[in-house]
């Protein structure tokens, strides 16, 4: 059975930083584009970040350039999400998710983890 899990979130001040994980299980990600996605309350699914399969190719949405980086070890079937200078704003639930295509964050997704809280207040 196809799985993604993610981990690292947590409560955070502004201004720190986390690092999520996202962990496959019943298959390989090295074929896998991997897109990183949040949702706050009240508020429609975001696409943040992804990164292809051989992890040369990198995107971002425009709220977390210069602040976020995605990367990726196929060794340990695992994509990172490092987060620095995180705003209140960066709220949300995040996901990790999988697809055979291209590295868009705007594309649809096959295959989807649970989520991991992050959230950044005083």
């Known amino acids: 059975q196809l799985q993604l899990v993610e981990s690292g979130g947590g409560l955070v001040q502004p201004g720190g930083s986390l690092r999520l994980s996202c962990a496959a299980s019943g298959f390989t990600l090295d074929y896998y584009t991997i897109g990183w996605f949040r949702q706050a309350p009240g508020k429609e699914r975001e696409g943040v970040s992804c990164?292809?399969?051989?992890?040369?190719?990198?995107n971002y949405a425009d709220s977390v350039k210069g602040r976020f980086t995605i990367s990726r070890d196929n060794a340990k079937n695992t994509v990172y999400l490092q987060m620095n200078s995180l705003k209140p704003e960066d709220t949300a639930i995040y996901y990790c998710?999988?697809?055979?295509?291209?590295?868009?964050?705007?594309?649809?997704?096959?295959?989807w983890g649970q989520g991991t809280q992050v959230t950044v207040s005083s």
């Open positions: 990164i292809s399969s051989s992890g040369g190719t990198t």
């Open positions: 998710a999988a697809t055979r295509g291209l590295c868009r964050i705007s594309r649809r997704y096959d295959y």
